[in-house]
């Protein structure tokens, strides 16, 4: 891209772009919605960047050859919006070549003599949106187009409302736009993320989602320089390699493979937990034969994991029942019908948190006693220590059987397997010095799915590896077997 712009009394200023296969791609789409998803120093700001510019240059001139548009660029917080994106912006057009920026009210007007004797005025609007009457501010523009930087941190709520103010300005009586749209770039969310729903699963008309290839791939467990890798030649040698030292796998993952997953602050109740190994290919099916084991996790947000243990010891985690504010009479029969509709052949066992046996004010009634009355028969674990609760769940990630980890999960766990990757974490504390954390995992949506995973296994006999010694002459994987409780 190579375009001539000259603000009053300033020299020209000549911007030169070769945009990589990707971004070239997304560039040249005209789907009302797109969006470019890629690891860090892919080039992705700097495209949209670029991107805004050029529709700017590129709407028709009007009636006295003025290219009159108007975008509003958005990000989560001002901060963010300020130390980050609009340096971006003023990187390349800077105000000497193009005109000052207004920090008052954090706009970039500019008027720009072409050389084909037209002039652009284009409007930058820079808007935080973490307040209440940011949003309302929105909602009031007539606009061009919109960037929306780092998506991943906007509710798709703010997109859809962008996508309702632009192609609003200049206005029909006009001339009308010649582009309109919303173009969005971002690092990988995770797999539960509205990105990951509109770009992978759903695809809606009038969306287009381009994803550029990671800075390095990952093979059995080494992360590697990727050679399909992009703007590599505007970054430092070795810019991923360099930076990965002292950084978690999951961190790596997402902003250097450019890989859906979950990489939030907080330290995860299951760093054991690998997606890449623990996450089966496709959906598991359950065995004929074996019992089916239920895991149960009690108060307003009930919550249950299906999981079947194989003859060789191997758990797999079949299935979940996720719930929001529910009731537990409401749950038990959710729950009957899925293990009707999907497991009727199999012989449920259910285990669930021993605090259930607590009578509600309401009508004196246990959620085992509801259970029991909806037909579904479940029993108390004998322990709720949260740390041998988390210590059997990590032994059966850790441990290795005849080549496959010792615990895998169906894709369809989508609650659990989001949870397990970091989602469900230790809260950091604000203190100086070295990180620390709290001393329990922090409740949240997650958190229910996870427990019901950890009750399953108690229920079934797996805290006893830690708990008690191996017999003599025993084979070491019966010692899970829940003989107490007529387990198989």
Known sequence: MLARMKHHHIPVHTLRYAAPPTIARFMASRALFRGLMGPVGSGKSSACCVEIMAKALAQAPDQSGLRRTRFAIVRNTYRELKDTTLKTWLSWFPEEACGPFGHSDMAHR??????????????????ALDKPQDMKKLLSLDLTGAWANEARELPLSVIEALGDRVERFPSAREGGCTWAGVIMDTNPPDADHWWHHLAEEARPHGWASFRQPGGLVERDGVFLPNPAAENLGNLPPDFYLRRMA?????????????????????LPVYPEFDEARHVAPCPLPPADGLPLYVGLDFGLTPAAALAQRLPNGRWQYLDELVSRNMGMLRFAALLKELLASRYGHLTPVIWGDPAGMARAQTDERTPYDILRASGLPGRPTTTNDPVLRRETVAAALSRDIDGAPGLVLSPSCRSLIRGMAGAWRYRRLLVSGEDRYAEEPEKNSYSHICEAAQYLLLGAGEDRRLTSPSPAGRPRQARALNEKHGGW
């Open 110 to 127: 500019l008027r720009l003599e072409l050389p084909d004797g037209t002039t652009a005025e284009t409007e930058l609007l820079f808007r």
């Open 246 to 266: 002292g950084k978690s796998a999951r961190h790596i993952r997402v902003y250097y493979c450019g890989r859906y997953g979950f990489a939030q602050d907080g």
